[in-house]
């Protein structure tokens, strides 16, 4: 889902914010000329994410303002496309906004690719949304490559990968395929303590699903 990436940084924004606010109500009237200096693209991007999940379209206009002072600030960028998407459901205008900030990542020489292996996930996932199998296992793909590439494989975010891989292939194309994607990502899931949740419960449903249809 923005990915953990997302989650974390919602948690820095939230305590961002609430050290602001705690600093406006210690503010001392008598500094009410001085010049307040401009707010920047980050603090725009922090705010739409602060409110991203309750009001996605002022979420949006935060992005939008943050883009304008920064027009190739791909977190931004990538949280409205996420936005768009996910919460929203326009699928359309999420791509549109998935895919700049990913040409944007290509085009820059240090190629962060963690950042790009995390937006290659998230088209993946909109692909899902759509139906668009295809070429939802071919970005799957690719940024499980680049995960491999970064030495990410123990990593909640390269099991989700594992784990929508091996459900588009047992439930779509060959069960056989799929299945060992799945027993992979459930042990990096065990590993790494995150299998006594509502979505690992969801999970092993899903995977019990696949052992029945195969057997």
Request: aromatic content about 10%; overall charge negative.
């Amino acid at each position: 889902s923005l990915s953990d990436l997302i989650q974390v940084q919602k948690q820095t924004i939230v305590r961002l914010v609430s050290d602001n606010e705690k600093m406006i109500l210690e503010y001392d009237a008598t500094f009410k000329d001085v010049e307040i200096p401009q707010v920047t693209a980050f603090e725009l991007y922090s705010r739409g994410l602060y409110i991203e999940e309750k009001d996605p379209r002022a979420a949006i206009r935060y992005f939008d303002e943050a883009l304008k002072i920064n027009p190739n600030y791909t977190s931004a960028l990538t949280a409205k496309g996420y936005a768009y998407a996910i919460f929203l459901g326009d699928n359309e205008k999420g791509i549109v906004s998935l895919m700049k900030s990913l040409a944007i990542l290509y085009d820059d020489q240090n190629r962060r690719y963690r950042e790009i292996a995390d937006v290659i996930s998230i088209i993946s996932m909109v692909q899902l949304k759509t139906g668009n199998y295809d070429a939802a296992l071919v970005e799957l793909q690719h940024s499980k490559e680049l995960y491999e590439k970064l030495n990410l494989q123990k990593t909640k975010q390269y099991a989700d990968i594992l784990q929508y891989q091996g459900m588009i292939l047992s439930l779509r194309y060959d069960s056989e395929k799929g299945l060992p994607q799945l027993l992979k990502s459930k042990d990096i899931y065990a590993e790494l303590k995150l299998n006594s949740n509502e979505a690992y419960a969801s999970f092993l449903s899903n995977l019990g699903n696949v052992y029945y249809n195969n057997h």
